[in-house]
């Protein structure tokens, strides 16, 4: 291929005589793209996904002005990223264009020039190369630029891309674990970042003041910070470099800076990382496989092929329904406000939602439970045990409070209960004890109606029951009559809804 490169070198001096370069180096391509398979099958496919992209963006963000959530959906970081990659891809192509266009002009500038030394005689030679030249140069210099800058804005630009990819691997489990394993980790390493800034910045500082006169790596602050963070991540300096002067002075500062940051504060990290890591890939399991994931995915793509391109024989072979994007199954349950979501009620937030979704949401959630008990037993299981315990209990209190048991404290502070003479063998004995249980019986049930009615929903039954009537059919030797369940009219709200 033929190249045109240019060279740009920088001469800088410091107070004590020293000479430093800057080298820099810029080459472009004469050639045309149209003989690169690759570019040419490839760039169109880049372009044509920009511009779906250019289409899909504004139409989510003109969906979500409608809804009133503009604001909260620009605020994303996901979606703030989408929009940066989408700026981002459209300058590439508006500077890559002209850059094209600089590089021909520049291609055909050579080539004049070329077909002037050819022609023209040796008595010109000279002027040819004083005003030809230079006009060759100023034209290579602004293509060069150009194409600079293009350089960097496309490896920005790949950059921009592995986060979306990161953002775009999250529906699988194992595929996100990086980024699982940061985000769990975020709060440490934000701490940790605060004291390693300070610490490093002093070395940087002290190694440009105690070495900078005598070694060039150290003569400026960037230097002195690049050559500290390159000990740090490779382990190797030069000893002798380092001791030349002021041996005692130097081997405090190399020996306290490798033991403080290159071994202290790196492994620090790295134990931050490995226990975020554990946990992350305790709660993944071994059912989150990428096949399962291409299946779940497939099934979710002829699901809303045959809902909403088919229409209604197409939606009865989709299971029983369509499939409901996650994007807004979590603002629902967001907007319910419950601590625990059952099937029932994703059922009655959606009626079209498709049962195979329903049970596919529900046994991830359940593997993932399991999987966090068996692997991460050491934090997990006593939270898991606790809160089975407290939920038997509270079933147990609203059952004795339904059969007409009357719970009591005991001193260790777990509840026992009593027959109370409802449904009990025991009645009370005079007037004023039987006035003295029932306000103890009404102050336990202002206490425990939370319990009562936790205990009900769980049940999957609420009893209702007048407790005038059944003390009245007590004393007239009739007996208790049972409680019932009052029936809710077909359009009533579900109970769950706060």
């Given at each position: 291929k033929e190249m045109l490169s240019q060279v740009k070198i920088v001469f800088g001096f410091n107070r004590g005589g020293d000479i430093f370069t800057k080298v820099t180096i810029i080459t472009i391509v004469l050639d045309s793209l149209m003989g690169d398979t690759a570019s040419m099958v490839l760039a169109p496919i880049w372009?044509?996904?920009?511009?779906?992209?250019?289409?899909?963006?504004?139409?989510?963000?003109l969906s979500r002005w409608r809804e009133r959530r503009l604001i909260s959906h620009l605020l994303r970081v996901s979606n703030l990223l989408q929009w940066a990659i989408l700026v981002c891809g459209w300058i590439i192509l508006l500077m890559f264009t002209v850059e094209r266009f600089q590089i021909s002009d520049v291609k055909n500038a050579v080539d004049q020039y070329r077909d002037l030394r050819l022609e023209a005689a040796e008595e010109r030679?000279?002027?040819?190369?004083?005003?030809?030249?230079?006009?060759?140069?100023?034209?290579?210099?602004?293509?060069?630029?150009?194409?600079?800058?293009?350089?960097?804005?496309?490896?920005?630009?790949h950059i921009l891309m592995i986060f979306r990819f990161f953002l775009a691997i999250r529906g699988q489990p194992r595929l996100a674990t990086v980024l699982n394993t940061i985000r769990k980790a975020s709060v440490d390493l934000l701490h940790l970042l605060l004291v390693t800034i300070i610490i490093f910045f002093a070395y940087a500082i002290s190694g440009h003041i105690l070495f900078g006169k005598r070694m060039e790596e150290f003569s400026t602050f960037n230097g002195a910070f690049a050559d500290c963070f390159e000990i740090v991540m490779e382990r190797e300096y030069d000893w002798d470099k380092f001791t030349e002067q002021d041996l005692w002075t130097s081997t405090l500062w190399v020996w306290s800076f490798l033991l403080l940051v290159a071994l202290v504060l790196v492994n620090i990290f790295?134990?931050?990382?490995?226990?975020?890591?554990?946990?992350?890939?305790?709660?993944?399991?071994?059912g989150a496989s990428l096949w399962l994931t291409t299946q779940h995915l497939l099934r979710q793509v002829s699901n809303h092929l045959a809902v909403n391109w088919f229409g209604e024989v197409g939606a009865r072979d989709a299971q029983e329904?369509?499939?409901?994007?996650?994007?807004?199954?979590?603002?629902?349950?967001?907007?319910?406000?419950?601590?625990?979501?059952?099937?029932?009620?994703?059922?009655?937030?959606?009626?079209?939602?498709?049962?195979?979704?329903?049970?596919?949401?529900?046994?991830?959630?359940?593997?993932r439970l399991e999987n966090m008990v068996v692997r991460n037993t050491k934090k997990t299981l006593p939270e898991v045990v606790a809160s089975i315990l407290l939920g038997v209990e509270k079933m147990q209190v609203g059952l004795d409070l339904m059969e007409g048991v009357e719970p009591t404290a005991t001193g260790d502070g777990v509840g026992s209960s009593r027959p109370t003479g409802v449904l009990g063998s025991q009645a009370p004995a005079?007037?004023?004890?039987?006035?003295?249980?029932?306000?103890?019986?009404?102050?336990?049930?202002?206490?425990?109606?939370?319990?009562?009615?936790?205990?009900?929903?769980?049940?999957?039954?609420?009893a209702s029951r007048d407790e005038a009537e059944p003390r009245g059919r007590e004393e007239a030797g009739a007996g208790p009559r049972p409680a019932t369940a009052p029936a809710a009219p077909p359009d009533a709200a579900p109970r769950w809804v706060k």
């Open positions: 372009i044509l996904c920009l511009m779906l992209f250019s289409f899909v963006l504004p139409a989510r963000a030679l000279e002027q040819i190369e004083t005003d030809v030249v230079l006009d060759l140069a100023k034209r290579a210099s602004r293509a060069c630029t150009i194409s600079m800058w293009v350089q960097i804005w496309i490896a920005d630009y790295l134990a931050i990382m490995f226990d975020s890591y554990g946990d992350v890939r305790a709660s993944v399991g071994n329904g369509r499939w409901i994007p996650n994007w807004e199954l979590i603002h629902a349950f967001k907007r319910i406000h419950c601590e625990a979501i059952t099937p029932t009620m994703v059922k009655d937030l959606f009626p079209d939602i498709s049962s195979k979704q329903v049970s596919y949401i529900f046994d991830l959630a359940r593997a005079t007037p004023e004890a039987a006035t003295s249980r029932a306000g103890v019986r009404s102050a336990w049930s202002l206490r425990t109606a939370a319990a009562t009615a936790d205990a009900a929903a769980a049940s999957g039954s609420v």
